[in-house]
């Protein structure tokens, strides 16, 4: 299984300002010597070492995932601003002659989730196949009202690649080739769904948009079938756990809670997304650093638990 990440950030795109980036750069300056700066191999040397925080950033694209089984079928991982990037490269492929096939879950339709689909050249061209898999029966009538004419000026009908839509239930089991799929519905305003994709011995999990608070924890055990042993699982982690408490009810969980399921159900990399937008580069890492010092002080209950952080182009082996 490969995973690549396409979009990390939740509810609104956010691109970098010019104040933030020359923020950046003046940070750079600061840590360089003059050697690091005396020629170009040096300067890629001395960039190399700088963290993703000050010679990039963890990404403003909202939430889109690709996902390939070892047989390389794709599954594309909700739809949100990260899925224009992914349709360029997918361009490159076969899909730019009209000949691919994907198969599309969404967790549901809330915008940061399906605003990239207007964007997704693969569904402009003829001859594209995409599956679309969802507890909703109604997926094709919101999808298409992202794209009534006082919204945008080209509807989804307009695009020519051949969409279908299947409706599954709201807690199922299924298999597209030898990938066994359960999806699972997640607390979250609307309703949103996981999806765990298994090969083999291996497993995925992908879990945006959920939140994990007191009165759902007293009922964790029913979510045991989605997380338990999955070798990596992707998790909303919107919120600092102080916020969570502030913003109970808003939907999303915390990086501790994460931590705690994570554990409990034997998952071997976690890893936090669905960024905050008002969340910085620099309170990113502190998200990180905060987790894994949750990590190591629980380390007792908490197994073997990797914890990461995701960013725009992240790849994930499995
Ligand atoms: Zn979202
Ligand atoms: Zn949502």
């Known amino acids: 299984m490969k995973i690549k990440l396409w979009g990390v950030r939740g509810s609104i795109p956010t691109p970098l300002t010019n104040e933030v980036i020359q923020d950046k750069l003046r940070s750079a300056l600061i840590k360089a ?10 300067i890629d040397a001395f960039i190399d070492t700088l963290p993703l925080s000050l010679k990039g950033t963890y990404g ?16 594309i991982l909700d739809c949100g601003s990260g899925l224009k990037n992914l349709g360029n490269d997918l361009m490159k492929t076969e899909f730019g002659q009209g000949k691919g096939t994907a198969d599309i879950f969404l967790t549901h339709t809330h915008w940061d989730h399906i605003q990239g689909i207007p964007f997704f050249l693969p569904f402009f061209i003829e001859g594209n196949r995409f599956n679309f898999y969802s507890p909703l029966a109604d997926l094709k009538e919101r999808l298409d009202y992202q794209q009534v004419p006082t919204h945008f000026p080209i509807t989804l009908d307009y695009m020519k690649a051949r969409k279908e839509f299947f409706t599954i239930d709201h807690d199922d089991e299924f298999y597209l080739n030898d990938l066994k799929i359960i999806s699972k519905r997640m607390p979250h305003p609307g309703n949103a ?16 948009d959920c939140e994990f608070n007191i009165n759902v924890f007293d009922d964790i055990d029913s979510y045991r079938d989605i997380f338990y042993n999955a070798d990596v699982l992707i998790f909303d982690t919107q919120y600092t756990l102080q916020e969570s408490f502030d913003k109970f009810d808003y939907g999303h969980s915390s990086a501790s809670i994460a931590i ?8 071997k990399q976690l890893i ?3 960024h905050e937008p008002e969340y910085t580069d620099e309170k990113l890492d502190n998200v990180l650093s905060n987790a894994r010092t ?3 002080m629980n380390s007792k209950n908490l197994g073997d638990l990797q914890v990461d952080i995701a960013y725009e182009g992240m790849e994930i082996i499995i």
């Open 33 to 42: 010597r003059p050697g690091d700066l005396s020629s170009e191999e040096s």
């Open 60 to 75: 403003g694209n909202t939430t889109t995932i690709e996902f390939r089984s070892d047989l390389d079928d794709l599954i």
């Open 193 to 208: 769904y996981g999806i765990r994709i298994e090969q083999k011995d291996k497993s995925f999990v992908y879990s945006s």
């Open 260 to 267: 705690d399921i994570a554990g409990k159900f034997n998952v």
């Open 272 to 274: 936090l997304f669905h």
């Open 294 to 296: 949750y990590l190591y």
